[in-house]
C-alpha cells in the first residue's frame, strides 16, 4: 500500500484488505442490504459473483473496524486496462469510502491498470463531490436509465440515469482546479427546490443539482422527477453534444466546459 491509502485508512480506523472466504462475501451481502435495503431480486451483486470474481483475479475487497466490516468494494477488470468498480458501500461520515478507493487505486498500480470507472447518480450531490473533488475523477459518459427499474431504499421510483466516471490511476493525473465559477452562467439553477433551466451561453457553464435529491424522492416526487429531466436535458445533452465535465463547485454544480 502506498502511503496515501495507509495514511487514508488508519484515519478512518479501519484496515483493508482483499477478501477470499465464502463467510467474507456473506458478509460484504450483509452490508450491502444493510446500505441499499434492496428488494431480494435486486441485490447489488451476489455472493456467488463476488466468489467468482475474486477466483479469477477481480477485485473484492473489505474494510474492517477491528473484526467488524464497515465497508467493502467489488470491481471487475474492463476492455483498455481498466478497472470497473461495480459497486461500493461503507459507514458514512468516516472516510472508509475514500479509504477503500485509494486501496483499489493501489490494487490497479500494482496489476498496471491504467483507469477506474465506475457509475454514479448525477443528482446525488455528495456522490458527485466525492468522485470529482475528493478523488479527480471526471465523468465521460452519461448514460440513461443504466440499470433500468431499481427497486431499493435510495433509488426506488427514479429511472437510474448515471455518469460513467473515470479515475486515471497515475496519482499525478488528477482533475484540474477551476478557479472563478461565481462569474460562470448557470445553465441550469436551482429556485427553492425546482430546476430551472436558462438561456445562456458561454465556454464554460454551470449545471445546477438538488439540495438532497433522497429527500426530495420522498417529500417531493414531482419535483425530484423535474430535476432528473432537467438534468438528463442539460448535462447528457452537454456532455452528448462534446461537452466536458471540469470540475464541481461548492454550491453543487458542475463545471461544464462547452465544446
Known sequence: MTRQSEEAAAKAGVVVRELREIDEFREVYRLFDQIWHPDPHNAPISVELMIGFAHTGNYVAGAFEASTLVGASVGFRAEGGALHSHVTGAVMGRGVGYALKLHQRD?????GLERITWTFDPLVRRNARFNL?????????YLEDFYGAM??????????????A?????P?????EVSHVEALPALLASEGERPVIR???GDRVLVGTPRDIEALRRTDPAAAKEWRTAVRTVLGGLLGGGGRVIGFTDRGEYVVEVD
Open 107 to 111: 490494487w490497479c498500480q500494482e496489476r
Open 133 to 141: 473533488v475528493k478523488l479527480g475523477a471526471m465523468p465521460e459518459e
Open 151 to 164: 427497486a431499493d431504499a435510495i433509488n426506488e421510483g427514479d429511472v437510474s440515469d448515471r455518469l460513467l
Open 166 to 170: 473515470v479515475w486515471q490511476v497515475a
Open 172 to 176: 499525478e493525473d488528477r482533475g484540474q
Open 199 to 201: 438561456g445562456v451561453q
